[in-house]
């Protein structure tokens, strides 16, 4: 029947796959959904508030007889009349904010008591599948539709007492526990879509200019770095594996004395390198440093204590007898691997899952990210800086054209800039200089004293960075050729002998978001590079091959989706932007 | 010059990014780059093959002399000139048969041996980048056009004695373990290519049905099948760790020989599941118990051993000290983390690498897998049937309409099908049949006779399924409702107690290539179906949660990508259209 009357502008009964409409079909509309008023339709959701009003008595007896004081006998009858309402509930109103997760706004649904009991429909978080009539809103107000449900097709209710969103207006931190349910909330579901964008957007940019995604090994016995902390990956402690599959370790032979001096003053480095808490790489490196120290020094004394009588366990795996008989990690970095496709197949990316077992307490890094590497063959430092300044611009600009009403929510519960600042993204020019250049120009900055040294050889901190990007050039900045203590072997040692062909995109508010690089093509340069590092020359038998057979200058970079979000979204901490608390080093999931 | 006589169709100096213009540039057009004939380009790639053509005198001696037979003098005058020639090699023209995996043609490079020595140039492998013009081929062929080489702009020289790829026609297996040069032969090439389409093809679908991408936790504590072998992650057999983080076991306490008993028959059970070597999930359940029981018996008796005096170690981690403080896995699907996203944000998919610690020889499946997970809210079963139909279709069609090169590539060398068998998946509408109904059937077949049995509560064997596809309905068919012992925990329990709502689509020539379901809603019933599989339940409360608060009615389904690369290539073997020899278990990358 209603059907006949409403303007038959599109059938918006089921969306396919799933038996409702979703909302943004309804709310997404130009008209907000005024021209569906009249249909039947079918809507899932959850709740995220209600209220309740109250029936007024449907009919008044005719003149009513002016309010008078009860007498004892017609007291009692009221109580017994009032006992039976209690009995039978008085007839309500559920008014019911359901959302979809497909769009910003809620439907507002209108659920008479006798077709669902009001205490179990209103309860935040419960699931409702109703089937009704659009109409124009009851009362007037942000909605242009409303819907009169008819029929409840299902119902997943909740208890309230336990279920972690009852409460309103939870900060996101609280939220970080219970990540399978955080995207039920309007800000997370914002993010969550803007997330997919910026995915589809990524695809959309090197498919549209002629790469091809290949996948790189997530686990690998290749370590492109060389300085990351690695997840081991291994079927060797799986139960039922048997006991001759370890073998004893063997010590190495060194003097403890000798080591011991130089531990004080490690120590001291990783000190004050922590307190900046700035110069990542190399903390890292001093980290490791430091470690291993310490390691040698705690073999060298089980040593001792094994010859005093003491039996001390240090026990080794047998990786050979390992799943892929050897010791194998979860990837860092895609890029090396990826270099052999594009020796190859020409202009290629990779985009999946990376791994860092770091618990630095950083608002930008995770355990488990999500990475965009590129690599491309017959292309030079300049080519990659071009792409990456091309493909940032072009992801901000999908965005902002696809997502404007979570922009507009961004912008109205986090941070107001959001769209000013992917619009300035776009239409500036990136400043490019060099490293040197950029050390040059942060020295002569009178009046302002920055927390750590600047000087020639140590990394640029995010204060440095900052006050680059934000004061001094006001738009995202391009450093380039850093000296080659601050990279990894593989990247290209220009002709100074001292500085390398790498560049980090470096954004207003966000930091370096993207690093890139030109991979060295010359075997001998390569060979000498990783002699110097102390790399293990087998573990990069294949890698060395290009250079060997066939090698042709490639560039390329990475890019970490989610601080992508956070400059997307204005958020602080990409805890907040993935979608699982593991990433983060929680263990609910 | 050559610029100003050519037609100006296209600025052909350099693609995006790359200091070359890709090769489909020029011979992907509709003329095969005949309308660039004149212009001064940049190409680069490999090359595939190359020959040798001296040149002939440029100017013979004018009334040359007769042959005539040499006197002695005259002989060792020759003899000189020979000398003189070998000192400066003759003038040649080196033709190069030049790829750059942009497409499946070559570009045919004519390089004259002034340029660049022959020897240099010509072995397959050697890496170029080259400029010059473009011109009509000066030997009539295949070809359209030819590249008359100007200037050497880099040479990546090969060691032919030493370069996997010298020898042509090298089989595909023969590859497997360089699988850094792999993708520069013609045939992987393509694969790679339609490997990347259908990458592309299934955001696009998923994309343009308004599903958003989420993430999955690679990392994961929660075990989605609860029956395949895992990978542990771990930073605690990291060096400088600490051997205070791995504490002694604790033996369990029960009866050797009531045990011992059982592990007769139960390995007979396997050994006969693995003879037929089809009921995967049969087999692997039954692999698991022996292999429980096993260990269980050898913890008993080492038990035994350390109470009569001999020490044995065994040693056990303390996974609360690990990264994650609790034992962490590679995740084996991400459909139980989909559902969580599913009851918030509507209709999710995920896209990423899946894994199993599993050596079974199969030639469809990976230790480390890329998988397409799909889950929809409000959704039933035949929803997610009708979901992945359509999907298998898209993909198909897409490749079919964007791969035509290199699908003709494929026909012509690897399988004459491959266009009929995709246009045929398109066209034909899948048939669904239950579980019991193709039982039913296939025990009604008469003149044939299966390896093994066909009865009620087992699974569908590749031979069954290929029987009831390839000879009963000549077309995909989708099984449904299996006997619930065969699937997962957490699979919706049909109203006879007896199946579940799952279904496999089942393609010809492939199998098995997408496993759905609609999962469990009902707290109750999941809560059981746990407790009869002996789940512990403390790894599964997150899960649980979704059935507690707010439980809505999802179904989804996942899908490998490379067995669909198999059937849209027609190759037989999944090792062959993976990047990386890790994915099967070799070590080399």
């Known amino acids: 029947m209603a059907s006949e009357q409403a303007p038959v502008e599109m059938p918006a009964t089921f969306s396919k796959y799933t038996k409702r409409v979703m909302l943004k079909i309804i709310l997404g509309r130009d008209d907000g959904g005024v021209g569906l008023i009249g249909q039947s339709v079918v809507i899932g959701g959850w709740v995220k508030s209600s209220m309740e009003i109250r029936k007024q008595p449907v009919t008044p007896p005719p003149a009513a007889p002016a309010p008078q004081v009860f007498g004892a006998g017609e007291y009692r009858v009221r109580e017994k009349l009032d006992a039976v309402i209690r009995k039978a509930p008085q007839p309500s109103i559920s008014i019911l904010q359901v959302s979809d997760g497909s769009c910003v706004p809620s439907l507002q649904v209108l659920v008479n008591s006798a077709l669902a009991n009001p205490c179990q429909v209103m309860p935040t978080g419960t699931c409702v599948l109703i089937e009704g009539i659009l109409q124009q809103p009851s009362v007037q107000g942000k909605h242009y539709v409303e819907l009169q449900a008819e029929k409840i097709l299902h119902l997943g209710l909740v208890d309230e007492s336990k279920y972690p969103l009852s409460k309103k207006r939870l900060p996101l931190e609280s939220l970080r526990d219970c990540s399978h349910f955080r995207p039920r909330t309007t800000t997370v579901a914002s993010v969550m879509r803007i997330h997919n964008s910026l995915t589809w957007a990524t695809h959309a940019f090197f498919q549209d200019h002629g790469f091809l995604h290949v996948q790189v090994p997530i686990i690998t016995s290749t370590d492109s770095e060389g300085f990351s902390e690695k997840f081991l990956v291994t079927t060797l402690l799986s139960k039922g594996k048997k006991d001759d599959q370890i073998s004893p370790t063997e010590n190495a032979g060194v003097s403890v004395e000798a080591i011991r001096a130089s531990i004080k003053e490690k120590t001291k480095k990783v000190e004050e390198l922590s307190r900046t808490n700035s110069n990542k790489e190399a903390l890292l490196a001093a980290q490791q440093d430091l470690m291993k120290t310490n390691e040698l020094v705690s073999q060298l004394e089980a040593r001792q204590k094994a010859k005093s009588g003491v039996t001390i366990e240090t026990r080794k795996f047998d990786f050979s007898k390992d799943f892929f008989t050897r010791q194998t990690y979860l990837t860092v970095s895609g890029r090396l691997h990826l270099e052999s496709q594009a020796c190859a197949l020409g202009n290629v990316y990779s985009f999946g899952p990376r791994f860092k077992a770091e618990k630095l307490e950083s608002k930008k890094s995770l355990a488990e990210t999500w990475m965009v590497d590129v690599e491309m063959a017959f292309s030079e430092l300049e080519d990659a800086m071009d792409c990456a300044n091309d493909f940032l611009k072009f992801v901000c600009k999908r965005i902002l054209e696809g997502c404007v009403e979570d922009l507009q929510f961004v912008l ?17 020019s990136f400043e490019r ?39 001094i050039y006001k738009k995202p900045v391009i450093v380039y050729n850093h000296p080659k203590e601050l990279k990894p072997f593989y990247v290209r040692l220009n002709d100074d002998g001292k500085t390398v062909a790498t560049f980090d995109v470096i954004l207003p508010k966000m930091g370096a978001l993207i690093r890139g690089s030109q991979s060295e093509e010359r075997f001998n340069v390569l060979s000498s590079r990783m002699k110097e590092l102390g790399l293990q020359k087998q573990q990069y038998e294949w890698y060395l091959d290009l250079c060997r057979h066939g090698s042709a200058k490639t560039s390329g970079f990475s890019l970490m989706l989610e601080p992508l979000v956070l400059y997307a979204t204005g958020l602080n901490d990409v805890k907040d932007v993935v979608p699982f608390a593991r990433s983060f080093g929680r263990a609910n999931n």
Not at 434 to 454: C, D, M, P, T
Request: glycine share 4%; aromatic share 8%; net charge neutral.
């Open 412 to 428: 109205k519960r986090i941070d107001k800039s959001v769209m000013e600042r992917l619009q300035f993204t776009i239409s500036s």
């Open 433 to 471: 200089i060099s490293y040197a250049k950029a050390i040059e120009i942060l020295r002569q900055v009178a009046g302002k004293k920055f927390q750590s040294k600047i000087e020639l050889g140590v990394s640029l901190t995010e204060e440095h960075e900052s006050y680059l990007v934000d004061e």
